[in-house]
């Protein structure tokens, strides 16, 4: 390879020569800056996705999106680019669609067949499902009693229960567990000093709902 004299330069080419060698990545920076595209087919509210919909990819536990994309054909989405170093490959993907966590049905990534969203150097086609507010969940109670119950699995909102209106007069109260702290929390209608403040959904948010006689709960999921 033909060396640089930069003694040998004028003035204006050495400052370009000294500027272009500090800012040139390494082979390893470039390797673990490798973007990831995702795309496919997306659905809001059970219908194709509108144009304007915005679709957010997050990496692991992060709360600002590492890709983005605005719907500009109903429907589809992509390819979002997500980028980040090689310590985060194998992390799980969260796609939001206009802020609402949104359920995958299906991955295709061509490199494997790990049928879940990570994060890696395989691009994936991912057809998403989200519902804007419009989703509701029903609990049924047949009889009093302590009653174990959950919100769909699919949802990874926020139910804030101090807001919920229509809760029926049976319902005396729900109680989780904080696994965090290890202590039962309560919350109660219309009780103050309650330490329960929100439901959310998902795999792990299972409830205990305590109730005096048959009912049915109706609740809006936003």
Excluded at 14 to 23: D, E, P, R, S, T
Excluded at 191 to 200: E, Q, Y
Aim: glycine residues 10%; charged residues 15%.
């Amino acid at each position: 390879m033909r060396k640089i004299n930069l003694l040998g330069l004028p003035v204006s080419l050495l400052v370009v020569a000294v500027l272009f060698l500090a800012v040139r990545p390494t082979p390893m920076a470039m390797a673990d800056s490798t973007p990831m595209l995702c795309w496919v087919d997306v659905n809001l509210d059970g219908a194709p996705a509108p144009v304007g919909t915005t679709i957010d990819i997050f990496i692991g536990a992060d709360t600002e999106p590492t890709g983005s994309w605005t719907v500009t054909a109903g429907g589809e989405y992509g390819a979002i680019q997500v980028m980040a170093d090689n310590s985060r490959y194998g992390q799980p993907l969260t796609y939001k669609v206009n802020g609402f966590v949104a359920s995958v049905d299906k991955v295709i990534r061509p490199c494997d067949t790990v049928n879940t969203p990570v994060f890696g150097l395989c691009n994936q086609d991912v057809n998403l499902e989200a519902f804007a507010g419009s989703l509701s969940a029903t609990w049924k109670f047949s009889a009093g009693g302590l009653f174990p119950r959950h919100l769909p699995d699919s949802y990874y909102g926020q139910v804030v229960l101090d807001n919920l209106v229509d809760v029926p007069a049976e319902v005396q109260g729900v109680y989780w567990f904080d696994d965090v702290v290890g202590v039962w929390k309560f919350w109660a209608p219309g009780a103050p000093g309650t330490t329960l403040d929100t439901l959310v959904g998902g795999l792990f948010a299972d409830y205990a709902v305590t109730v005096t006689g048959s009912c049915e709960w109706d609740i809006s999921l936003q």
